[in-house]
């Protein structure tokens, strides 16, 4: 049976601080709780950028379950990787200048995961939802009024494409551009609908 609400018992909630991903959750009208799962981000030794991805959006959702059993949990996470190296979030002025500069003229590929856990039965679901972004060859000049005028310390690979961020992308591949902002709500709808829940 298809619900087109969740029901009272079964809370939906986002393991997520991100405001990024909370207003993007937004969109499908549903009630939910946003909790940060304060989980280590850090990439195993030898973990490639989708499988950090793919394990971290796991392991929030797993985080948030051990104190909400009866929950239905969103989990995501983003890793950019830029031939080969992994690019996090950058937290400062001085790195987020330093991956422009890599990126630009460049292929950064973009792995943003979902998942959605249901803590009852312990059944999830569990995709990548990869972007390939040709980045634009600007200045230092042009980067730095980027950054100063969207300090995006706090996305993965400086890039914030719902905002100015735009302006950094040549090109764009992939399946969602809700992906790139940090949430792919095409591959939710899907798995939410697979657990019985439908937005519509």
Same mark, same amino acid.
């Given at each position: 049976?298809?619900?087109? &609400?969740?029901? !009272?018992?079964?809370?939906?909630?986002?393991?997520?601080?991100?405001?990024?991903?909370?207003?993007?959750?937004?969109?499908?009208?549903?009630?939910? =709780?946003?909790?940060?799962?304060?989980? +280590?981000?850090?990439?195993?030794? $030898?973990?490639?950028? =989708?499988?950090?991805?793919?394990?971290?959006?796991?392991? =929030?959702?797993?985080?948030?379950?051990? &104190? *909400?059993? !009866?929950?239905?949990?969103? $989990?995501?996470?983003? @890793?950019?990787?830029?031939?080969?190296?992994?690019?996090?979030?950058? *937290?400062?002025?001085?790195?987020?200048?330093? /991956?422009? /500069?890599?990126?630009?003229?460049?292929?950064?590929?973009? *792995? &943003?995961?979902?998942?959605?856990? +249901?803590?009852?039965?312990?059944?999830?679901?569990?995709?990548?939802?990869? &972007?390939?972004?040709?980045?634009?060859?600007?200045?230092? !000049?042009?980067?730095?009024?980027?950054? =100063?005028?969207?300090?995006?310390? !706090?996305?993965? $690979?400086?890039?914030?494409?719902?905002?100015?961020?735009?302006?950094?992308?040549?090109?764009?591949?992939?399946?969602?551009?809700?992906?790139?902002?940090?949430?792919?709500?095409?591959?939710?709808?899907?798995?939410?609908?697979?657990? $019985?829940?439908? @937005?519509?």
């Amino acid at each position: 049976m298809i619900l087109t &609400t969740l029901p !009272d018992e079964r809370p939906l909630i986002l393991a997520s601080s991100s405001p990024y991903r909370r207003s993007l959750l937004n969109r499908l009208g549903l009630p939910y =709780k946003a909790i940060s799962p304060n989980v +280590d981000e850090s990439p195993l030794a $030898g973990e490639n950028a =989708k499988d950090t991805a793919l394990r971290l959006a796991l392991s =929030k959702a797993q985080a948030i379950a051990k &104190t *909400h059993p !009866d929950a239905f949990i969103i $989990g995501s996470d983003q @890793v950019a990787i830029l031939e080969g190296d992994i690019l996090g979030k950058p *937290h400062t002025h001085a790195n987020a200048m330093i /991956q422009l /500069q890599k990126m630009r003229g460049k292929n950064v590929i973009f *792995h &943003t995961a979902i998942c959605l856990l +249901d803590a009852r039965s312990k059944r999830y679901s569990l995709e990548d939802v990869p &972007t390939r972004l040709l980045m634009r060859d600007l200045s230092d !000049d042009q980067l730095e009024n980027y950054l =100063k005028r969207e300090q995006p310390y !706090d996305c993965a $690979g400086s890039a914030k494409s719902e905002g100015l961020g735009i302006a950094l992308i040549k090109e764009m591949q992939g399946e969602d551009p809700n992906a790139l902002v940090g949430l792919p709500l095409i591959k939710l709808v899907s798995m939410l609908e697979q657990h $019985g829940i439908s @937005v519509i």
